[in-house]
């Protein structure tokens, strides 16, 4: 199997992934990789955001704390490594200045299998003709809510297992919330005493809280892994709230993994690299 394309990426503090890319008539520009956002995302507030684009319509916004309207504009060129695509759907979605310049999304994620190599900060891009799944990998299933993808896993939390259905959103820095719904359905606020307490915004321009604790273990397609920091969220309203799902996974449990993204087919693969055993939070070992 050959890869048509790689491209170079940056590993952020934020354990995100960042691409330099180009939007129509811009300069390079740093956009986040996130398959929690169904399309392509311009911040207008960073400083080089100055491109032409027009906007002509209006969407609805669903983000981890709530839903707003926001603009959107329908026909944009862009340019990642040596892939230009044409006609692509861009929303205007407002973060702080200096933390990116846009999103990469599905519309762009999902068009042929991708390879997220940790190791080498490189991504491969496959025809889908020629893919072909990497051989001993862990195997998710991909079903989709609210547009995003949502994988099967098991969570043991309290000495109680759980099969659960969560997102995997790669533009989340965090490692694994359960939402509201789930976390009141089994009684699990004040089950255990937190070690944390974390505020989260998002593209909603919302904001709330989660209660970070300590699940069990965690396993993946016959892969258990023990005593995974976790959170319960008392978010009440965006995609944290929804019963759609059970639960997000964010990059900071991502990256531990080499990810094989075949959409088109419905699988997500995964391959434990160098950063399985990276500590998750550096306060959690003083």
């Avoid at 044409?86 to 200096?98: C, H, Q, V, W």
């Avoid at 799944?133 to 989709?144: F, H, I, T």
């Avoid at 970070?212 to 959170?231: C, Q, S």
């Amino acid at each position: 199997m050959k890869d048509i394309q790689k491209i170079p990426f940056e590993l952020g503090a934020d354990n995100r992934i960042y691409l330099r890319c180009r939007v129509n008539d811009s300069d390079t520009l740093r956009f986040l990789l996130d398959t929690g956002a169904t399309d392509m995302v311009m911040n207008p507030n960073a400083p080089r955001s100055n491109y032409t684009m027009n906007f002509d319509s209006e969407v609805t916004n669903s983000g981890a704390t709530g839903v707003n309207q926001i603009r959107s504009s329908s026909s944009n060129r862009f340019i990642v490594g040596k892939t230009a695509v044409e006609n692509m759907r861009f929303l205007s979605i407002p973060y702080p200045a200096d933390i990116w310049d846009g999103v990469i999304g599905l519309s762009f994620i999902g068009r042929c299998p991708m390879r997220i190599d940790y190791h080498r900060r490189m991504i491969y891009l496959y025809d889908s003709e020629d893919f072909e799944a990497p051989e001993g990998a862990l195997r998710l299933k991909v079903e989709y809510e609210m547009g995003v993808p949502v994988v099967p896993v098991r969570v043991r939390i309290n000495g109680h297992d759980y099969p659960i259905r969560v997102e995997v959103d790669m533009g989340s820095d965090r490692i694994l919330d359960l939402n509201t719904p789930f976390v009141r359905a089994h009684n699990l606020l004040g089950s255990q005493t937190p070690f944390a307490i974390s505020r989260i915004s998002s593209s909603d321009e919302n904001t709330g809280e989660l209660l970070n604790v300590f699940f069990d273990e965690l396993e993946l397609d016959g892969l258990v892994l023990p005593r995974i920091p976790g959170a319960f969220s008392t978010v009440t309203a965006g995609v944290q709230a929804s019963d759609k799902m059970d639960g997000v996974f964010g990059n900071n449990f991502l990256q531990r993994f080499n990810m094989t993204l075949d959409f088109q087919r419905g699988y997500i693969y995964l391959e434990p690299n160098n950063l399985l055993y990276k500590p998750f939070y550096d306060f959690l070992l003083r």
